[in-house]
């Protein structure tokens, strides 16, 4: 099998020649070339919340989301 070098500008142009449905098929495959790394980072981050917000002591699972944005909200701006 040759193998075709194409810059970034050419593979981006290639995928906007494609069909809606095919996008969504190339989309598909590169989302689930980095889910593991997602999903590990998302529950890193669940976890690390979770953990700050039971220092200051809160309870991140029985926080409204009104609560857990104005937490987030203060540590984001905590000097």
Do not use: C, N, P
Request: glycine share 6%; no cysteine.
């Amino acid at each position: 099998m040759a193998i075709l070098t194409l810059s970034t500008e050419q593979v981006v142009d290639l995928v906007k020649q494609l069909s809606v449905e095919q996008q969504v098929e190339v989309f598909k495959f590169l989302l689930l070339q980095h889910w593991g790394k997602w999903e590990s980072l998302s529950r890193y981050g669940g976890d690390q919340v979770r953990l700050i917000a039971q220092e200051r002591g809160y309870s991140w699972d029985m926080m409204s989301e009104e609560e857990r944005e104005s937490f987030i909200d203060d540590l984001v701006h905590e000097d």
